[in-house]
């Protein structure tokens, strides 16, 4: 009998180092060509890049683990960086807990041609919207809390956090539209997705870490999503408009991760072919 207790002991431990280490390794780069009808020909490939749920926290994802991805972001060259909020967390079961100062400040090292912009996310209001807020300014990095800025050729909508009920949809639309360009949405939850309007093909999020813990067969424990796992991951295209659901940096709950790595997408926007 203590053979056998100790054999599932090992499986356990080995099991749980295993779903911890593929919380901890450095997140994984997807890549996404959208080609753009109406896009001029002769404009070159406009690079963004999409990053969310940072979770800055110990043991598994310190600040130094931040600064190597903004490292391998910096040499993509990208023209702009989205962040797709919960940048902070206030987990227990974290080994160290950083201010928002300290989490966010590898960011600051981020270079851009057009700028780096912002939504917050459900951790970040619960931690400090003050404290979130003045570490991201002082990152250079601004925040479209339901607004919109236009950025060269496209133009970007932040949505505010809609699980802590601050996201205003017809606000930020009301903001885009009229800005010409491409309209991109960013926001923290995927929800807000089926609201959307065809005349905004694409939207950016995070929020669901891909479920984190994907079990065989049963699937992922959870989404945090009212819509269950249709917006759980990746790549999601209906009524022609494409949502795109990043894994995220960091970790929620557990510093554990199996069936959903980490992962960060590089989209490149081209001319759509004649």
């Not at 009808?37 to 683990?65: C, F, I, Q, Y």
């Not at 929800?191 to 067969?217: E, N, R, S």
Request: positive net charge; glycine residues 10%; proline residues 7%.
């Amino acid at each position: 009998m203590k053979r056998i207790f100790a054999l599932l002991l090992a499986v356990v431990l080995l099991f749980a180092g295993a779903m911890y280490w593929s919380a901890a390794t450095d997140p994984v780069m997807r890549r996404l060509v959208v080609t753009v009808r109406r896009w001029p020909s002769s404009a070159p490939t406009l690079r963004l890049v999409l990053l969310s749920d940072l979770h800055v926290a110990g043991p598994e994802n310190p600040p130094a683990r931040l600064a190597r991805l903004v490292a391998r972001v910096n040499a993509l060259h990208p023209d702009i960086v989205l962040i797709a909020g919960d940048f902070v967390t206030e987990k227990r079961t974290a080994t160290r807990l950083y201010s928002a100062a300290q989490a966010i400040e590898p960011l600051g090292k981020l270079r851009t041609r057009l700028g780096t912009f912002a939504v917050m996310g459900n951790h970040d209001h619960w931690l400090s919207t003050t404290q979130v807020h003045a570490a991201l300014a002082a990152a250079g990095i601004r925040v479209l809390d339901n607004r919109a800025v236009r950025v060269g050729p496209v133009a970007v909508g932040g949505i505010d956090d809609v699980y802590t009920r601050r996201g205003d949809l017809g606000r930020t639309l009301a903001a885009l539209l009229p800005l010409g360009g491409l309209p991109i949405l960013l926001t923290h939850s995927p929800d807000v997705f089926p609201d959307a309007p065809v005349g905004v093909p694409l939207t950016l999020a995070g929020h669901t870490h891909c479920g984190q813990i994907v079990l065989p067969v049963i699937g992922a424990l959870a989404t945090a999503s009212r819509y269950g796992g249709r917006f759980r991951c990746g790549l999601v295209r209906e009524r022609g408009k494409t949502l795109l659901v990043s894994a995220g940096v960091g970790t929620s709950l557990l510093p554990l991760r199996l069936g959903a790595p980490s992962d960060f997408w590089v989209i490149d926007l081209t001319p759509r072919p004649a």
